[in-house]
């Protein structure tokens, strides 16, 4: 079993307000979460409206899913027009 810890960093250009980013970040969580296969979590910049931090963990049965499942939530924050992605850093942890 494989654990996935991504630390993400982006930027949110359009957003005017902590409503619209609250707004944006709901929309890509509940984006990257359909599945159910991620857990994610804003981690900070929590008082800025145009940037946020996001902690994301997967479990999967061996790496090279681990790691495919990473890269379909990396693609899907890079497909969204208002996010830009600032750092994607993954750590893989063998349990």
Do not use: H, T
């Amino acid at each position: 079993m494989v654990a996935v810890v991504a630390d993400v960093e982006i930027l949110l250009p359009y957003s005017k307000s902590l409503k619209d980013k609250r707004m944006i970040i709901k929309s890509l969580i509940d984006r990257i979460g359909n599945k159910g296969c991620a857990s994610i979590s804003e981690v900070d910049y929590k008082d800025l409206w145009q940037r946020s931090r996001l902690g994301i963990a997967c479990v999967s049965p061996d790496s090279s899913s681990a790691n495919q499942s990473i890269q379909r939530i990396k693609n899907k924050i890079l497909s969204k027009d208002d996010v830009v992605l600032l750092k994607f850093e993954v750590n893989f942890f063998s349990l």
